[in-house]
């Protein structure tokens, strides 16, 4: 009788909300691509971690692994691996997330302001975020999530719709241009599909559909305070107090380190990596 290979059985991993899920080859190497690194790259770290798993492995192990074999090849890759990680924790409020928004909308050459209090037709509305450029407005609401893997469903989107709806039926209406909906987390299907119908511009994990938040980050190299893989928690919470939101606004300012009484040596690689960041080099 001819021996045959028994192929690799299906086995589950659990995800962060404890449900267990197929492990996928493919949705993980999607995943790592997100680094930024060759496809052949992707595909061997793919394969190691494959390699290594089994029933029961959690998908925060699974991220560790990926981000351990990620940043032994590129300090840049790394980050942008960890590019949602970082945005969660800007948490737990949502206000940072707000700032860090404010601070993507003036890297595209608006003008802004968070927390605003704005007249609809019938009450008025706090926005998170106001930009303005030539005359017009944009209004956004920003939702942030401290949970990973919670999607944004219709509910939010008719929600932010029905603001929108009472804003530009407002006495600041006619400066109204665009209502935009932003997110630490994804949208699901139903919500990009009715925000693609009803003009309300989604920005999220995977939205715009081709060219996510995500994307764009990583493209303008508007990294978080919180991407910084050489300062703990208690550095990146006194950073954002001091106003400094993204990586790159730590380009030349040693002298915000050294008020916080950070030793030269560890300024050193802060500024190291903070260079690698804003430089883009790997």
Same mark, same amino acid.
Request: proline share 2%.
């Given at each position: 009788?001819?021996?045959h290979?028994?192929?690799?059985?299906?086995f589950?991993?659990?995800?962060?909300s404890?449900?267990?899920?197929?492990?996928s080859?493919?949705?993980?190497y999607?995943?790592?691509?997100? !680094?930024?690194?060759?496809p052949?790259?992707?595909?061997n770290?793919?394969?190691?971690?494959? !390699?290594e798993?089994?029933?029961?492995?959690?998908?925060?192990?699974?991220?560790?692994?990926?981000l351990?074999?990620?940043?032994?090849?590129? +300090?840049?890759?790394?980050?942008?691996?960890?590019?949602?990680?970082a945005?969660?924790?800007?948490g737990?409020?949502?206000?940072?997330f707000?700032?860090?928004?404010s601070?993507?909308?003036?890297a595209?050459?608006?003008?802004?302001?968070t927390? +605003?209090?704005?007249?609809?037709?019938?009450?008025?509305h706090?926005?998170?975020?106001?930009?303005?450029?030539?005359?017009?407005?944009?209004f956004?609401?920003?939702?942030?999530?401290?949970?990973?893997?919670?999607?944004?469903?219709i509910?939010?989107?008719l929600?932010?719709?029905?603001?929108?709806?009472?804003l530009?039926?407002?006495?600041?209406?006619?400066l109204?241009k665009?209502?935009?909906?932003?997110?630490?987390?994804?949208?699901?299907?139903?919500a990009?599909?009715?925000?693609?119908?009803?003009?309300l511009?989604l920005?999220?994990?995977?939205?715009?559909?081709g060219?996510?938040?995500l994307d764009e980050?990583?493209?303008?190299?508007l990294?978080?305070i919180?991407?910084?893989?050489?300062?703990?928690?208690?550095?990146?919470?006194?950073?954002?107090d001091?106003?400094?939101?993204?990586?790159?606004?730590?380009c030349?300012?040693?002298?915000?380190l050294s +008020?916080?009484?950070?030793?030269? !040596?560890?300024?050193r690689d802060?500024?190291?990596?903070?260079?690698?960041?804003?430089?883009?080099n790997?």
């Open positions: 009788m001819r021996n290979k028994k192929p690799r059985r299906h589950n991993i659990i995800k962060a404890g449900r267990p899920e197929i492990f080859k493919n949705k993980l999607q995943s790592i691509q997100h !680094s930024g690194l060759s052949k790259a992707c595909k770290i793919t394969e190691q971690i494959a !390699s798993l089994n029933e029961g492995f959690k998908t925060r192990d699974i991220y560790r692994k990926a351990h074999l990620v940043k032994a090849s590129s +300090q840049v890759a790394a980050v942008q691996y960890s590019l949602k990680r945005l969660f924790d800007l737990p409020s949502g206000h940072n707000e700032l860090f928004v601070r993507y909308f003036e595209k050459g608006f003008k802004t302001k927390c +605003q209090l704005v007249q609809g037709k019938f009450v008025k706090e926005i998170d975020v106001l930009t303005e450029k030539n005359g017009l407005r944009n956004v609401e920003c939702k942030f999530h401290n949970r990973l893997g919670i999607k944004n469903d509910k939010i989107a929600y932010v719709k029905a603001r929108w709806d009472d530009r039926t407002g006495p600041e209406g006619k109204l665009e209502f935009y909906l932003v997110s630490n987390t994804a949208f699901s299907t139903d990009i599909t009715y925000a693609n119908g009803s003009g511009k920005l999220g994990i995977n939205a715009p559909t060219r996510s938040f980050i990583k493209e303008m190299k990294y978080p919180t991407s910084l893989r050489c300062i703990n928690k208690s550095l990146k919470n006194s950073l954002i001091k106003k400094i939101i993204l990586a790159r606004d730590l030349g300012r040693k002298d915000v +008020q916080l009484g950070i030793n030269d !040596s560890i300024i802060i500024m190291s990596e903070v260079n690698i960041l804003c430089e883009g790997r």
